[in-house]
């Protein structure tokens, strides 16, 4: 995998080596109508990622009920596993019936089993709690990953999207007691949807975690996917709040500047887009979700792009980032 155009990071303080740009394979499957529903071209990406060199690939055992984990799997079985950086996630139902989520003991570990055996592999790199869960004490939890750590199962563990102050509770827990600490985070975070600068970026670049952004383009609004005067009344954003709430004021100024420089550099906006994220110094590597050939090509342009902090300050002007008051707009 040498000779290419994807450059190297580090993961937060861990000394490992990874490819600026993550590929998550949530697209690949067949669960839901948007996902690819084509394991073959599905592998062609994958492939092709590997080409390119990129070494970090994110799934989750959710992702199709485990059918993106297979994929991704088949896809690496040529690649040199030991420049691999593979990551996956635990937490959300897999059966019915007990124990069929959360983050007990039991099902940590099951999973745990169930993903290598999909995947191929003997370990992880990186197994990752996929939310937080109220239900278990984080001792039992932590408990649990230390277990898949000494017996060499998993090399890293990480967690995604919560609270700063449960993400902290996790990392004093394992100083404490001893457990393993989580090394990275993935929060939602893109030049909209800033809100996690206000909650867990600060905790991140202060106890020197990873961090691996998910949404990077927030659902494809920062890729250029709509317009102000389009019909909204129709398609994705005509039934989904989620999509439908980003067509702020606020938002639209980001994109008209992020259309701007985008046009003056000769590149897209999902190029500028993801540029902007990779500026930002507490980013090691977001995860894109390419569903084409032509999305994965234009992705790693974006390592191309350079901006300015002037550039960047344009696009970040229009937005204040604050953390969402439950009970609030």
Not at 14 to 41: H, I, K, Q, Y
Not at 293 to 298: K, P, Q, T
Request: proline share 4%; hydrophobic share 35%.
């Amino acid at each position: 995998m040498s000779n290419s155009p994807v450059t190297y990071t580090t993961l937060g303080s861990t000394g490992l080596d990874v490819s600026e740009l993550c590929l998550g394979t949530m697209n690949f499957g067949s669960a839901e109508p948007w996902m690819l529903n084509d394991e073959a071209e599905s592998r062609r990406i994958l492939e092709r990622a590997l080409d390119l060199g990129i070494n970090f690939f994110d799934t989750a055992n959710a992702y199709s009920n485990g059918e993106s984990e297979r994929i991704l799997g088949d896809a690496i079985d040529s690649a040199r596993r030991g420049e691999l950086v593979l990551a996956s996630k635990v937490y959300f139902d897999m059966h019915e019936g007990p124990n069929g989520s959360g983050l007990s003991k039991k099902h940590i570990i099951d999973q745990c089993h169930a993903t290598l055996d999909r995947l191929g592999v003997d370990y992880l790199d990186l197994y990752q709690i996929h939310r937080w869960d109220d239900d278990t004490p984080i001792e039992k939890t932590l408990d649990a990953l230390t277990y898949l750590v000494d017996e060499g199962l998993v090399r890293y563990i990480g967690a995604s999207t919560m609270a700063n102050w449960k993400f902290q509770k996790a990392l004093y827990t394992a100083d404490i007691d001893g457990y393993e600490r989580f090394v990275s985070m993935q929060p939602e975070y893109n030049a909209v949807d800033r809100h996690e600068e206000a909650n867990l970026l600060p905790v991140c670049e202060m106890e020197g975690v990873g961090v691996i952004p998910w949404s990077p383009l927030a659902g494809g609004f920062l890729a250029g996917k709509y317009d102000r005067d389009e019909d909204l009344s129709e398609g994705r954003a005509s039934t989904d709040e989620y999509t439908a709430n980003r067509f702020s004021d606020e938002n639209w100024a980001v994109l008209d500047e992020v259309r701007a420089i985008a046009d003056a550099k000769s590149a897209t906006p999902a190029q500028v887009s993801l540029a902007w994220l990779c500026h930002q110094d507490v980013v090691d590597a977001p995860i894109i979700g390419p569903r084409t050939m032509d999305h994965l090509e234009e992705n790693v342009g974006a390592l191309d792009v350079d901006l300015t902090d002037e550039e960047c300050a344009r696009i970040e002007a229009p937005k204040q980032p604050q953390w969402p008051v439950e009970g609030k707009d």
